[in-house]
């Protein structure tokens, strides 16, 4: 994308990229991702020279180039690269690359310049396993409804293949509203923060910051690289002479080849006091399992992994939150930042905020939390394992006692096994509220460590015997369809902190069939 620059004395505003340190190369299996604007620029010599001055774009694994040309080969024959190229796209790899598709985009009339849309694809062999890759080029003149529009097929291509995926390229995500695809007007928000939003739902996440911009004039964020199924070690943007768009640099973390979900949780939860179980949400069956007696014979409090049960028996409310919360002799303060703004169900689930759900629980009846945990299943015997603990539910005889349970704090026992099962109702019944709230705490609640396209929620629970304090994490992936439902439990540790990196670590392996 070309905008003309004019002078400050004629209004408009030029933006000056800030230097960046150099990014430190993380050790272990990796693979390094570029996205390149090449702005048609023809001069192989030029575009070595300053791909030269910098070590992690000369070296890269992937390089994702639009408004290429013929200048695709050459590259790739002076980087040693395999290529694949076609409508000014190319993807050049270091690993071969299997099962190239042009996939054509929606075409809009722009009056003026309008051009033939791809999405180029194609699958990289690392040593470490596939990677689907795909890349793309966007219009210009599009507000934010046409170009998630035209982003769809991008979004089905890469759907089609599971394991680790990338999806880079100039999306041409500018700060206007453009009238009749000819006159660009200001936005009321950048169609950046439309992008991210949209590709968010669709599980990726961005490799870069969105705060970081990628093109030389008014300081914009048009160039991106989204991540599913893998992880960011590091990001970093270069300005380079020859283009008006900056390139955009990730390294990202590749697992073993073919690790499957049962050797996964087995590396995981090795030495670690607690137990891990998986199911299968269609058939219900384990299918991967740490310490599968401990998950189905210990009995815990299961702190506020029971929210999701407590919420729809509660009235629907807001509730400002005050931090402080004294339950009898419990000190139970919430622990998540002030947020400024009411807690409604979605956002108090998001982030486990005690005072909400002792709030709303002080006006029900006794009966009813009681009622509503039996149906979820949560002290019943799941059938998956012989001689398995029933949980123990003892109905509240006073506001105080009604208010922790609501918290998961008093008068329940859960086995982990018997949560999974229930977690896997959850996933079932499909509760718009709860599936919501669930999602948001993924996102930027209190499970955001467990990982993109999850709903989860942590919980850090009291232990009975006294002393030490457990972690757990109770959810399921993928949101939309989902297939397997987790539950972590720590003998010792904080949910948010210890059990939900390890849920991350098992929704993201490789070679499993979560995704």
């Not at 033939?116 to 795909?134: C, N």
């Not at 999806?167 to 439309?194: C, T």
């Amino acid at each position: 994308m070309k905008i003309l620059a004019f002078s400050l004395l004629a209004g408009s505003v030029l933006f000056f990229p800030v230097a960046h340190p150099e990014p430190k190369f993380p050790a272990g299996p990796g693979l390094s991702v570029v996205t390149l604007n090449m702005a048609k620029v023809t001069l192989i010599d030029r575009i070595l020279h300053d791909l030269r001055a910098y070590p992690a774009l000369f070296e890269a694994d992937v390089l994702l180039l639009q408004e290429v040309n013929q200048t695709a080969e050459q590259l790739a024959s002076n980087l040693g690269l395999h290529v694949a190229t076609d409508h000014e796209l190319a993807i050049l790899s270091r690993y071969p690359l299997k099962d190239v598709r042009v996939q054509p985009l929606k075409q809009f009339d722009l009056r003026y310049r309008s051009r033939v849309r791809i999405a180029l694809s194609a699958t990289a062999e690392s040593p470490w396993g596939p990677v689907r890759i795909v890349n793309t080029h966007l219009d210009t003149r599009l507000n934010i409804s046409d170009r998630l529009e035209q982003l769809e097929p991008v979004i089905r291509d890469s759907a089609e293949f599971a394991g680790a995926r990338i999806i880079g390229g100039d999306f041409n995500s500018n700060d206007f509203r453009w009238i009749g695809h000819m006159v660009p007007a200001p936005a009321l928000r950048s169609q950046a923060v439309g992008v991210q939003e949209f590709m968010t739902r669709q599980g990726f996440r961005s490799a870069v910051p969105a705060r970081e911009t990628t093109f030389d004039y008014l300081g914009m964020r048009l160039d991106w690289i989204w991540l599913r199924g893998l992880q960011a070690q590091a990001s970093h943007i270069y300005p380079l002479g020859f283009s008006d768009h900056h390139a955009v640099w990730t390294r990202v973390a590749l697992a073993p080849r073919a690790e499957d979900l049962q050797s996964a949780m087995d590396r995981v939860m090795k030495g670690r006091a607690g137990t891990a179980v998986a199911l299968d949400v269609d058939s219900g069956k384990i299918v991967a399992k740490y310490r599968l007696e401990v998950a189905a014979r210990r009995l815990a409090r299961p702190g506020s992994v029971i929210k999701p049960f407590t919420l729809p028996a509660l009235p629907a409310r807001t509730l400002l939150c005050p931090g402080k919360l004294q339950i009898g002799p419990r000190q139970m303060d919430c622990t998540h930042p002030p947020t400024g703004a009411a807690f409604d169900a979605v956002s108090a689930l998001a982030y486990s905020c005690n005072n909400y759900f002792a709030a709303a629980a002080a006006g029900l009846r006794n009966s009813e939390l009681v009622e509503t945990f039996t149906r979820a299943g949560l002290i019943s015997r799941t059938g998956l394992y012989d001689g398995e603990a029933v949980g123990e539910l003892i109905p509240p005889t006073s506001v105080e006692a009604r208010q922790l349970l609501a918290l998961g704090e008093s008068n329940i026992m859960v086995t982990p096994l018997a949560m999974a099962a229930a977690y896997r109702k959850l996933a079932l019944e499909k509760k718009p509220t709860v599936i919501a709230g669930l999602t948001a705490a993924t996102e930027y609640g209190t499970a955001r460590l467990a990982g993109v396209n999850v709903a989860g929620k942590t919980g850090t629970a009291s232990d009975t015997r006294g002393g030490n304090v457990h972690a757990w994490f109770a959810g399921f992936a993928p949101v939309s369809s989902p297939r397997v439902a987790l539950v972590v439990f720590l003998e010792q540790g904080v949910g948010g902190r210890d059990a939900a990196p390890i849920a991350g670590e098992l929704f993201n392996v490789r070679g499993s069939t979560l995704w």
